[in-house]
C-alpha cells in the first residue's frame, strides 16, 4: 500500500473513530518502520539536551542555563533518530511546547526521563507523566528509562542514596540510571576513564543499546495491539449501525403496512359512504342540463350536482386527512405545477370536481376505481422523501436520511391539537364563571338598592297618610 492511500485510510477511519486519531498517526508511523526513535522528556534545565549530546557523542543540540530547547529537534546518529523535546512545564511553556511533547510522545519508541538529582524527589507533573509512560509500556510495550541527572550536584554518595529511596517510594521499583553529562564531558575532554566510568553515561549506554534491541518486537507487538484495537472498535460501530439500520427498515416496514391498513379502510369506509348515497337517490337530475333561464334558479339538476361535489368532497377530506397522518401531503419537487394549490397529492390522484353520479360510481363503488387509488396513493407514499438531515462531521457537513414517523407526528400534532381546545374551553368557562359572579353581584346590589327603595317608600306611604290624616 502506498503512503498515499495509508494516509487516506488512516483518515477515513480517523473520521469515524475520532478519539482514535493518535493511535492513527502512530500507526501510521510504525507501518512506515524508519530508524528507532529515543526522545528525552522531563522538565526544563534538567539537563535533556546535555544528555542527549553525551549519548551522541557531540553537541548535536543547545544547551543552556535558561529555557533552551522549545521546539522538536531531531538527529540521526548510530541508526537512531534521537529527539530533543522542550521541558515539561506547561505553566510556562506555550502552546507550541505542548504541540512538540504531543509530537514526542507520538514518534519515540524508548523515552528517556529527565529528572535533576538536585531537585530532590518527583513533583506532582512528573510523577504523573511518568505513571502515564509505565501505563503506555504496559499497553504498547514502549520502554522508559529513568534518568536520574546531574548528579555531580549532589555533595556525597549517602545524598544520592537519599534521593534514590524517596523516588523508590513514590514508584517502587523504578530503576535508577545515575548520570553526570558534566562528569562525562570532562572524562572524554581529559581522557580520564574513570571519570567516564563515574558520569553513568557508559551504563545508560548499555542499558539503552538493550532496549533498542528489543524495539522491532515492541513495534511488532504494538503494531498488532493498535490495529486489533481499532478493528475491533469499527467492528463493533458497523454492529451498532447495522442494528439501528435494523430498527430503522422495521419501522419503515411497519409504517407502509400501517400505511396501507389504513388506505384501503379508509377506501372502504367512503366508498360505502358513496355507495349508500348514491342508492338512495331517485332519478338523476344531474344530467339535465340547465337552460338559459334557470341562471338564477336552484333546479333539481344544481341541487344534485351540488350534493354530489359535496358528498365527494366529503370523501376527498377523509382521504386527506389519512394520508396526512402518513406524511403523504405535498408532490415531488419534480412534479410541481405553477399553481401551487395543485401540489398536492390529494388532487393529482383525485382531481377537484365531480358532478355526476357515474363518476362517482366509477371511482368509488367499481374494483378498478378502488384499486387505482389504493395503487396511486401508495406510490406517492414509497416516492414522499424522507427528512435530511445535516450535522457537522470530522470532515465538515454530512447528510443522512433521517426516517421520519408520520403517525406519531400526527398523533402528537392531533394531541397538540386537542390541548389548545380544551385549554380555550377551560378559558371560556373561566370568563363565563367570572360574567355570572359579576351578574350576580349586581343582582346582589340591585336587590339592596330595591330594599333600600322599598323602606324609602313605604315612608313615603307613611307620611302621606299621616298629612292626609
Ligand atoms: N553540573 C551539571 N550541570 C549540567 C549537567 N547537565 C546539564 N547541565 C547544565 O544544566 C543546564 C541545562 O541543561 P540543558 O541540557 O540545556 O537542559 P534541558 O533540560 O535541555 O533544558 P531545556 O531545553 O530548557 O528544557 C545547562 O546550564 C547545562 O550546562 C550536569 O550533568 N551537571
Ligand atoms: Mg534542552
Not at 503512503?3 to 512506515?32: F, G, M, N, T
Not at 514518534?107 to 512528573?126: N, P, Q, T, Y
Not at 556525597?156 to 523516588?167: Q, T
Amino acid at each position: 500500500m502506498s503512503s498515499k492511500l495509508r494516509e487516506q485510510a488512516a483518515h477515513d477511519v480517523a473520521s469515524v473513530l475520532p478519539e482514535r486519531a493518535h493511535d492513527l498517526a502512530r500507526l501510521l508511523i510504525l507501518i512506515d518502520d524508519s530508524e528507532p526513535v529515543v526522545t528525552v522528556v522531563g522538565k526544563y534545565n534538567h539537563g535533556k539536551s546535555s544528555l542527549l549530546n553525551e549519548l551522541l557523542g557531540r553537541d548535536a543540540f543547545a544547551v543552556s542555563d535558561r529555557r533552551e530547547t522549545v521546539r522538536l529537534s531531531d538527529r540521526v546518529r548510530q541508526g537512531v533518530r534521537w529527539l530533543d523535546a522542550p521541558g515539561l512545564d506547561a505553566d510556562v511553556g506555550s502552546e507550541d511546547d505542548r504541540e512538540a511533547l504531543r509530537a514526542a510522545w507520538l514518534k519515540s519508541d524508548i523515552r528517556l526521563f529527565v529528572h535533576a538529582a538536585k531537585e530532590g524527589e518527583l513533583d506532582a507533573k512528573e510523577l504523573t507523566l511518568l505513571t502515564e509512560l509505565d501505563a503506555d509500556r504496559v499497553r504498547t510495550g514502549r520502554q522508559t528509562l529513568f534518568v536520574l541527572s546531574q548528579v555531580d550536584q549532589l555533595p556525597d554518595a549517602a545524598a544520592l542514596r537519599n534521593i534514590g529511596a524517596a523516588i523508590d517510594r513514590q514508584m517502587p521499583g523504578i530503576t535508577l540510571n545515575a548520570v553526570s553529562s558534566m562528569r562525562h564531558r570532562k572524562g572524554l575532554d581529559g581522557g580520564k576513564k574513570l571519570l567516564l566510568e563515574k558520569s553513568g553515561i557508559p551504563a545508560l549506554q548499555t542499558a539503552l543499546r538493550a532496549e533498542l534491541a528489543r524495539v522491532p518486537d515492541a513495534r511488532a507487538h504494538e503494531t498488532t495491539l493498535l490495529i486489533g484495537e481499532i478493528r475491533d472498535e469499527m467492528r463493533r460501530l458497523r454492529a451498532a449501525r447495522l442494528t439501528s439500520l435494523e430498527i430503522l427498515r422495521t419501522a419503515q416496514q411497519q409504517q407502509k403496512q400501517a400505511f396501507d391498513r389504513s388506505l384501503a379502510a379508509v377506501i372502504d369506509k367512503v366508498s360505502g359512504d358513496i355507495g349508500a348515497m348514491l342508492n338512495a337517490l331517485g332519478t338523476d337530475h344531474a344530467i339535465v342540463p340547465d337552460t338559459a333561464k334557470d341562471a338564477y334558479a336552484i333546479t333539481a339538476g344544481k341541487l344534485e350536482r351540488a350534493r354530489i361535489q359535496i358528498a365527494y368532497s366529503h370523501a376527498c377530506i377523509e382521504i386527506d386527512a389519512m394520508l396526512a397522518g402518513h406524511g403523504v401531503i405535498g408532490l415531488p419537487a419534480e412534479q410541481h405545477t405553477a399553481a401551487k394549490s395543485l401540489n398536492s397529492v390529494m388532487i393529482a390522484v383525485m382531481g377537484v370536481s365531480v358532478k355526476f353520479r357515474k363518476d362517482l360510481r366509477r371511482m368509488f363503488c367499481e374494483a378498478t376505481g378502488r384499486e387505482r387509488m389504493q395503487r396511486e396513493f401508495t406510490h406517492y407514499y414509497a416516492g414522499f422523501d424522507d427528512i435530511v438531515v445535516e450535522r457537522t462531521g470530522a470532515d465538515g457537513p454530512v447528510r443522512e436520511v433521517a426516517g421520519v414517523d408520520y403517525g406519531r407526528l400526527h398523533a402528537a400534532l392531533s394531541r397538540a391539537i386537542r390541548e389548545c381546545v380544551l385549554s380555550l374551553s377551560s378559558h371560556a368557562e373561566q370568563r363565563c364563571r367570572a360574567s355570572i359572579a359579576q351578574l350576580m353581584k349586581l343582582a346582589r346590589r340591585l336587590e339592596a338598592s330595591l330594599a333600600t327603595h322599598e323602606e324609602g317608600l313605604l315612608d313615603l306611604k307613611a307620611q302621606v297618610r299621616s298629612e292626609s290624616v
